[in-house]
């Protein structure tokens, strides 16, 4: 059974950092895209980023590019999600997606996507 599970989330002040991690288990994911999307009180949710299986492509919400960063560690199956310069805007649920198939992109539509994560509240207080 695949199981993504976030953890890392928090409140902070505008402006602060905060990291959040994804791992993920019950099947291999090294060679699987995998990515993060959040979603605001009253809102849908939305695409945040994602990253190849390989770690050599990223791609980035307008929103919070130049703000946070994806990574990932195909050694211990997680993958990061660092956000600096918060701001309350940022507020939501965060969740880890994951693609099934193996060498394909992670679509950026919430619909579109095979694995999901529980998700971890972020907070940022203005």
């Known amino acids: 059974q695949v199981q993504l599970v976030e953890s890392g989330g928090g409140l902070v002040q505008a402006g602060g950092s905060l990291r959040l991690s994804c791992a993920a288990s019950?099947?291999?994911?090294?060679?699987?895209?995998m990515g993060w999307f959040r979603q605001a009180p009253g809102k849908d949710r939305e695409f945040v980023a994602r990253?190849?299986?390989?770690?050599?492509?990223?791609y980035y919400a307008d929103s919070v590019r130049g703000r946070f960063t994806i990574s990932r560690d195909n050694a211990n199956s997680t993958v990061y999600l660092e956000m600096n310069s918060l701001k309350p805007e940022d507020t939501a649920v965060y969740y880890c997606a994951a693609a099934r198939i193996p060498l394909t992109v992670l679509t950026t539509t919430p619909s579109g996507v095979d694995y999901w994560g529980q998700g971890t509240q972020v907070t940022v207080s203005s």
């Open positions: 990253i190849s299986w390989s770690g050599g492509y990223t």
């Open positions: 019950g099947r291999t994911f090294i060679r699987n895209a």
